[in-house]
């Protein structure tokens, strides 16, 4: 596996695979890597002949209260994990290439459109998926793609950068999960060892309504003992807007805080 940090020298390889008639797939991370990871690098090698797998800590995504200087920084570590992977290509770009003028992304394009921006973790975060877009987008021009692949376990940017890119084939990863069922997160590392315990709960309760086993007024009693809940709601998959007659599949959608850590989680049902 090689590591490239300049545009250059990744359009270099990639010019070089594409002449041999390789198509290329795309796994864009903040670094910080777990199993996760590894599953959607593994479904690109499925898809595409070549893999790249780009690490960067997106800072337009993070408000100013947010975890930016703090967000895991792993390299050595994260290099190790890809190098024992289906990963060919390893591509850690600075701040100033993937925004050579300035960090402002022109939201325009959206204002009549923002609905997707603005519900469920857009409500608490209104900047970030703005900030996801910008960075896909850039990754997408410099990488050109045939293939990324994205997990379900952020749902709702799944959903924006399938409506809001173009020209690459996007492919959904199922959420990989720890033995108790926690969804795998970077961000995991922030829990303690009593906060570890009680995560679980979070999958839990969101298995039992997919079971029909616990309503939505109930289900929020449930994690309100063990979280301060942002949000829980059950919408329609395709549209994320409210189950309506013509609704095939469901998504029951939560984040909630625990300690000073966010998680979210959430399971397709169709
Ligand atoms: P991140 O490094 O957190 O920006 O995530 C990079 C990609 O990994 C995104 O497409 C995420 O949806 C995906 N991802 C993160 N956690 C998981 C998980 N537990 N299972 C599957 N995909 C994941």
């Known amino acids: 596996m090689n590591t490239v940090t300049s545009i250059i020298d990744l359009q270099t390889t990639l010019n070089r695979w594409r002449a041999q008639g390789k ?10 890597l777990h199993k996760g990871h590894l599953s959607l690098i593994d479904i690109a090698k499925k898809n595409a002949n070549k893999v790249v797998v780009s690490i960067f800590v997106n800072p337009t995504q993070f408000a100013a209260h947010e975890d930016f200087d703090t967000y895991p920084r792993t390299i050595d570590a ?9 990963t060919d290509l390893t591509f850690i770009p600075s701040a100033s290439d993937i925004y050579p003028n300035d960090l402002a992304f022109n939201q325009d394009e959206f204002i009549h459109d923002k609905y997707l921006f603005e519900i469920l973790c857009g409500k608490t975060r209104p900047h970030f998926f703005y900030g996801v877009l910008q960075v896909v987008r850039r990754l997408f021009d410099i990488v050109r793609p045939d293939i990324a692949v994205f997990g379900q376990k952020d749902y709702q940017q799944l959903h924006i950068i399938k ?50 086993k616990l309503d939505k007024k109930s289900a929020i009693q449930q994690l309100q003992i063990h979280f301060k809940l942002d949000y829980l709601e059950i919408l ?11 609704t095939r599949k469901i998504a029951i959608l939560c984040a909630v805080f625990l300690g000073s850590t966010r998680l979210i989680d959430n399971i397709i049902k169709g």
């Open 163 to 212: 409506r809001f890119t173009s020209g690459v084939k996007i492919i959904e990863a199922p959420i990989i999960r720890d033995s108790k069922g926690l969804a795998m997160s970077t961000r995991n590392q922030y829990l303690n060892e009593n906060e570890h315990k009680i995560a679980p709960q979070l999958y839990k309760t969101l298995t039992k309504i997919a079971q029909e």
């Open 78 to 86: 994260d290099l190790t994990t890809l190098s024992s992977s289906q």
């Open 23 to 32: 198509s290329i797939g795309f796994v864009p991370t903040m670094g910080g």
């Open 236 to 246: 329609d998959a395709n549209t994320l807007k409210q189950i309506s007659n013509n």
